[in-house]
């Protein structure tokens, strides 16, 4: 489907107003009792309110630029390559948050039915496995199946069990209601309801390794799986990587507002707490979806559509850029929620070594990535304990945005992420280091050898 060329004509350089932060205490999820995994290191969040956009423009994703404008330059024309693509891959994530959305409302009264526990004892829920077949559905019947490859994270080892045919019938239910919705997305429907092979198949489609030749997708269904069933941030997480490099990335994030700065405590007490209407604008409850194409020198956010037919598509998408600010003790940085997942206190001692002043900002999910390409914080880091191998869909999406939108992504070596080499990120050295501009990044790359060699991880 032709997309509104604006959005590639657009203003490169939205404005953003740099409002001062203050910190707020975090509460606790209300659900810490009803599963252990649920409960750690929850005292140890501290958070802030974030910096506002300045969002007053409005524009759309486009593919046919060529015809509209037929001076483009170059970039454009590298950028226009991948237009069907990002317009269904946007299109694919919107549906997932649809979904994810759902499954959470039912969270509620559901909550130990619906969360599971994997092999390596993290949390996968069928919001997880609807997401990928959901996906894996829309990107084959779009793409034709035999040209779609798609390396993700779940499997159906779990849902195949004869003892799990409950569980595989809400996740079939959940997949063939968000299918049903999929023209309300400009996308088609099935003709009938995907049954359960069709369903599995489906998920289990998606086992590309990767690998340094040819075109796959990097899908993590639900990126933040403890954020998500703590009603807290989580992202849909998609990107297609061509020859080893990241072409597109599309961020889902269906809690976080386009207009709202708050990325928790306030955001997740109305969430969670009182499940009160926001006393606030309509805009309160939207989340974003965030994409961007390699080359494009941008990056944009539109809101969540919840499949609703009276909205325009392509919906209205405004640029997002990275903040302007480079003085350490302005910035802010964000982690990983869980100290299992990140060392808080090594990136504690590297922010003290840079002049970091403020608090970390500990955000579940590659929310971090979303939050530094609109601006809303300077800094990601990320050091995982020796021996924990990070995942290609873990940050494919969120690199690429971030790059698109001015910032800068390498590990802890100032070398760029390797997403040719399967599913993991081999050769990672030590971290990774996400930052707003090249002078911050140069700083934190520079301070990470003193720190290391003092530290003991
Ligand atoms: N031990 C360990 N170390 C580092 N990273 C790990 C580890 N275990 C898991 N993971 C991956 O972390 C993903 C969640 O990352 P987050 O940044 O959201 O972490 S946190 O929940 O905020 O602490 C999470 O993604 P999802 O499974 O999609 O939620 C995992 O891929
Ligand atoms: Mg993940
Ligand atoms: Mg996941
Ligand atoms: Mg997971």
């Keep these: 489907m032709p997309l509104n060329s604006s959005s590639l004509l657009a203003a490169k350089a939205p404005h953003f107003l740099g409002l001062p932060t203050t910190y707020a205490p975090n509460s606790a999820a209300p659900f810490s009792s009803l599963l252990p995994f649920l409960n750690k290191n929850l005292q140890n969040n501290s958070s802030h309110v974030m910096a506002v956009p300045n969002l007053n423009q409005s524009h759309g994703l486009s593919s046919s630029v060529f015809e509209e404008s037929p001076s483009l330059n170059l970039s454009f024309a590298k950028a226009d390559k991948y237009s069907r693509e990002l317009d269904i891959a946007v299109r694919a994530v919107q549906m997932a948050c649809s979904l994810c959305q759902k499954v959470q409302g039912s969270l509620i009264s559901n909550i130990n039915n619906e969360i599971h526990v994997k092999d390596d004892h993290s949390p996968v829920t069928i919001a997880d496995w609807g997401v990928q077949a959901t996906v894996s559905w829309i990107l084959s019947t779009s793409l034709g199946s035999k040209d779609v490859s798609i390396v993700a994270e779940e499997d159906v080892q779990k849902l195949s069990k004869a003892d799990k045919a409950p569980l595989l019938k809400v996740v079939v239910q959940t997949v063939n209601e968000c299918l049903a919705e999929a023209h309300h997305f400009g996308l088609k429907a099935p003709g009938m309801a995907l049954d359960n092979s069709e369903v599995l198949e489906a998920i289990s489609r998606c086992n590309s390794t990767g690998g340094p030749a040819g075109r796959f997708w990097a899908l993590d269904p639900v990126d933040g799986t403890l954020g998500f069933v703590r009603r807290d941030q989580y992202a849909v997480a998609l990107a297609l990587i061509e020859d080893g490099e990241v072409v597109l990335g599309v961020l889902g994030c269906p809690n976080y507002p386009m207009r709202k700065e708050w990325l928790s405590y306030h ?29 494009s020198g941008e990056a944009w956010m539109q809101p969540l559509t919840q499949g609703q037919t009276n909205l325009t598509w392509p919906n209205s998408a405004r640029p997002i850029r990275v903040s302007s600010i480079d003085n350490p003790a302005l910035a802010t940085f964000c982690e990983p929620v869980e100290k299992a997942n990140s060392s808080h206190s090594f990136a504690a001692g590297l922010a003290h070594s840079v002049g970091l002043r403020k608090q970390p900002l500990r955000v579940y999910s590659m929310v971090k990535y979303a939050a530094i390409a609109r601006g809303d914080a300077e800094i990601f880091m990320k050091f995982a304990r020796a021996g924990y191998k990070e995942k290609i869909w873990d940050h494919a999406a969120g690199v690429i945005i971030i790059e698109e939108a001015g910032g800068v992504v390498t590990d802890a070596g100032g070398q760029p992420l390797d997403f040719s080499r399967g599913v993991y990120l081999e050769g990672l050295d030590r971290g990774i280091i996400a930052c707003a501009g090249a002078k911050l990044h140069d700083k934190i790359i520079k301070a990470v050898d003193a720190s290391w060699n003092s530290s003991s991880l």
């Design 267 to 295: 955001h997740r007490y109305y969430r969670i707490i009182s499940k009160l209407t926001p006393p606030t604008s309509e805009s309160w409850d939207k989340g974003c979806v965030i994409y961007a194409k390699k080359g």
